[in-house]
């Protein structure tokens, strides 16, 4: 274990029932001790035993060089920020002690894959606010250079550059972590399956229409309830819940807040309101509503379904559990049952709630609610609308990554990992 002293195996003196507890300077100076009652201090008194403990001058402990962390470089844009994006980095964090991230730059995002829909401050907000991430590095490079490897390794004291198994390539076609694999110093994790931010952006352009109420999607039919619903590939399992959950209960006496919300198409303003959250009490508690829940009160189904906002809410630093389906309305058996402390909600809401129960009622009758700033305007439907307003750029966008997935898709192959 770093920090620790650690010791040479050895029999007699270290093991023996006296001396167990002889350790570092201490155990130097007890010896002392020892060999000085051995000497003509007390007359020669204890000279017949100096002898005994002369061969354990060479075994006193010896302290060992601290290691340092091992610290591992991933990069990425982090546009439409999702759950597979929390789970790459989450396997990164696994490979190493501490976790720089690289959030790329909008200009070398245009160079490569086409307009970003975030702008550089929400995906920085949006990776620093991981549970696995140490540090961030905006405005990184698309590529890993020498010159910008040299940074990493040197002002960083980068020990490893990850990536996914899926292949990044530059536009002329070479990959974009060749150097990294060269010198030996490039480590793999396994694609998440089931989403990307390309498949986002189609559900998106399947789900919304233009202003002018054309059709966006591709194929040019218009999107049913049915087909929205099919549109994510994911495949929940428990084991992925535990993966991103903290595993903890709230500590007794501890001050539980509780916020619910769709956290549909996680942004920026959604880890903003959280922060804020956290930070009235000791342990915030999450409900994310289900899906059908949210279409009766917005008109249409949410762009993730249930099981996909839930990763995303747990892979927040200021989120400690989530109620999975949590109901609409938040009711005294559920306040007493989690041991709620307080019930917030913020300022910038989303759907039509006009002629509908207040579900704050109880808590507000109970005094226990308080109506929280909105720190960012931003809106799951804001997001969307940059994409439908620029549909072409994005379609243009989807197609040519799209032909890239096709071709990880076909040559693939098992890879072992989480």
Same mark, same amino acid.
């Given at each position: 274990?770093?920090? !620790?002293?650690?010791?040479?195996?050895?029999?007699?003196?270290?093991?023996?029932?006296?001396?167990?507890?002889?350790?570092? +300077?201490?155990?130097?100076?007890?010896?002392? $001790?020892?060999?000085?009652?051995?000497?003509?201090?007390?007359?020669?008194?204890? $000279?017949?035993?100096?002898?005994?403990?002369?061969?354990?001058?060479?075994?006193?402990?010896?302290?060992?060089?601290?290691?340092?962390?091992?610290?591992?470089?991933?990069?990425?844009?982090?546009?439409?920020?999702?759950?597979?994006?929390?789970?790459?980095?989450?396997?990164?964090?696994? /490979?190493?002690?501490? !976790?720089?991230?690289? %959030?790329?730059? *909008?200009?070398? +995002?245009?160079?490569?894959?086409?307009?970003?829909?975030?702008?550089?401050?929400?995906?920085?907000? !949006?990776?620093?606010?991981?549970?696995?991430?140490?540090?961030?590095?905006?405005?990184?490079?698309?590529?890993?250079?020498?010159?910008?490897?040299?940074?990493?390794?040197?002002?960083?004291? +980068? *020990?490893? +550059?990850?990536?996914?198994?899926?292949?990044?390539? /530059?536009? *002329?076609?070479?990959?974009?972590?060749?150097?990294?694999?060269?010198?030996?110093?490039?480590?793999? @994790?396994?694609?998440?399956?089931?989403?990307?931010?390309?498949?986002?952006?189609?559900?998106?352009?399947?789900?919304?229409?233009?202003?002018?109420?054309?059709?966006?999607?591709?194929?040019?039919?218009?999107?049913?309830?049915?087909?929205?619903?099919? !549109?994510?590939?994911?495949?929940?399992?428990?084991?992925?819940?535990?993966?991103?959950?903290?595993?903890?209960?709230?500590?007794?006496?501890? &001050?539980?807040?509780?916020?619910? =919300?769709?956290?549909?198409?996680?942004?920026?303003?959604?880890?903003?309101?959280?922060?804020?959250?956290?930070?009235?009490?000791?342990?915030?508690?999450?409900?994310?509503?289900?899906?059908?829940? @949210?279409?009766?009160? &917005?008109?249409?189904?949410?762009?993730?379904?249930?099981?996909?906002?839930? /990763?995303?809410?747990?892979?927040? &630093?200021?989120?400690?559990?989530?109620?999975?389906?949590?109901?609409?309305?938040?009711? &005294?058996?559920?306040?007493?049952?989690?041991?709620?402390?307080?019930? %917030?909600?913020?300022?910038?809401?989303?759907?039509?709630?006009?002629?509908?129960?207040?579900?704050?009622?109880?808590?507000?009758?109970? =005094? @226990?609610?308080?109506?929280?700033?909105?720190?960012?305007?931003?809106?799951?439907?804001? %997001?969307?609308?940059?994409?439908?307003?620029?549909?072409?750029?994005?379609?243009?966008?989807?197609?040519?990554?799209?032909?890239?997935?096709?071709?990880?898709?076909?040559?693939?192959?098992? %890879?072992?990992?989480?």
């Amino acid at each position: 274990m770093m920090g !620790l002293l650690a010791f040479e195996s050895h029999q007699g003196l270290w093991n023996s029932g006296y001396y167990s507890q002889m350790f570092g +300077i201490g155990g130097v100076m007890i010896t002392i $001790a020892i060999l000085m009652l051995s000497t003509s201090y007390f007359g020669g008194i204890g $000279a017949p035993f100096a002898p005994y403990f002369w061969p354990y001058l060479g075994q006193v402990p010896k302290r060992r060089e601290r290691k340092r962390p091992v610290r591992v470089y991933m990069d990425g844009c982090f546009d439409l920020m999702h759950y597979g994006h929390a789970n790459a980095l989450r396997q990164a964090k696994m /490979l190493g002690d501490q !976790l720089v991230v690289g %959030v790329v730059s *909008d200009e070398e +995002i245009v160079a490569n894959k086409g307009p970003p829909v975030l702008s550089m401050e929400e995906r920085l907000t !949006l990776v620093s606010g991981l549970k696995w991430v140490d540090e961030v590095i905006p405005n990184a490079p698309y590529e890993i250079t020498e010159e910008f490897m040299n940074t990493l390794f040197n002002k960083y004291s +980068i *020990d490893y +550059i990850i990536h996914g198994d899926d292949p990044c390539l /530059l536009p *002329d076609g070479t990959d974009a972590y060749a150097l990294a694999k060269k010198v030996g110093r490039y480590k793999q @994790i396994k694609r998440t399956e089931g989403v990307s931010s390309t498949d986002i952006v189609g559900r998106i352009l399947l789900t919304f229409k233009q202003k002018d109420a054309v059709a966006v999607d591709e194929v040019g039919v218009k999107p049913t309830d049915e087909l929205k619903s099919q !549109l994510s590939h994911f495949l929940p399992t428990s084991r992925r819940i535990m993966q991103f959950s903290n595993g903890q209960a709230p500590s007794p006496g501890a &001050r539980v807040v509780y916020i619910d =919300g769709a956290f549909d198409l996680f942004h920026a303003g959604h880890v903003e309101i959280l922060r804020s959250a956290r930070q009235l009490g000791d342990f915030l508690l999450v409900g994310i509503h289900d899906d059908q829940s @949210i279409r009766d009160r &917005r008109g249409y189904r949410p762009i993730m379904h249930l099981h996909e906002r839930t /990763l995303s809410a747990l892979a927040c &630093r200021y989120v400690d559990e989530v109620i999975i389906g949590a109901p609409w309305e938040v009711s &005294r058996d559920m306040i007493t049952t989690f041991n709620i402390s307080l019930v %917030v909600h913020g300022t910038v809401t989303e759907g039509n709630s006009a002629g509908e129960i207040d579900p704050y009622a109880v808590p507000k009758s109970m =005094g @226990i609610f308080k109506t929280v700033t909105s720190p960012k305007s931003i809106t799951s439907v804001s %997001v969307a609308t940059r994409i439908v307003d620029n549909h072409e750029a994005y379609k243009k966008r989807n197609l040519k990554k799209k032909a890239s997935e096709d071709r990880y898709y076909t040559q693939k192959k098992f %890879v072992s990992g989480d």
